[in-house]
Nanobody
Framework: VQLQASGGGLVQAGGSLRLSCVASGSILRVIDMGWYRQTPGKLRELVAIITTEYSTNYADSVKGRFTVSRDSAHNTIWLQMDSLEPEDTAVYYC???????????????WGQGTLVTVSS
């Protein structure tokens, strides 16, 4: 069971990037999915989360600029990032809470992280 993220890279301030993440393996269903980010010396922080009911929540710093979406049928989550700022530079991690048919029956999965660099 794993999360595979992609889509990071280098972009100029004001530009856009789209991150993707797919959950695969022995999963009954994916519950909440989300994106976190981390910069050196700081704690990992929530960027956006989307529930099974497609309810969303965003960090104040990204509201109006980032959009999280998901395809539950394919266990996929995206993060559309627009109007990027140098302060958005970080390693972005996708997250999923999953239900499994074998122990552990609930599990928290993290992707490997994808680097987003925004130049000024």
């Amino acid at each position: 069971v794993q999360l595979q993220a992609s889509g990071g890279g280098l972009v100029q301030a004001g530009g856009s990037l789209r991150l993707s993440c797919v959950a695969s393996g022995s999963i009954l269903r994916v519950i909440d999915m989300g994106w976190y980010r981390q910069t050196p010396g700081k704690l990992r922080e929530l960027v956006a989360i989307i529930t099974t009911e497609y309810s969303t929540n965003y960090a104040d710093s990204v509201k109006g600029r980032f959009t999280v979406s998901r395809d539950s049928a394919h266990n996929t989550i995206w993060l559309q990032m627009d109007s990027l700022e140098p302060e958005d530079t970080a390693v972005y991690y996708c997250y999923a809470e999953v239900a499994r048919s074998t122990w552990p029956y609930r599990d928290d999965l993290w992707g490997q992280g994808t680097l987003v660099t925004v130049s000024s």
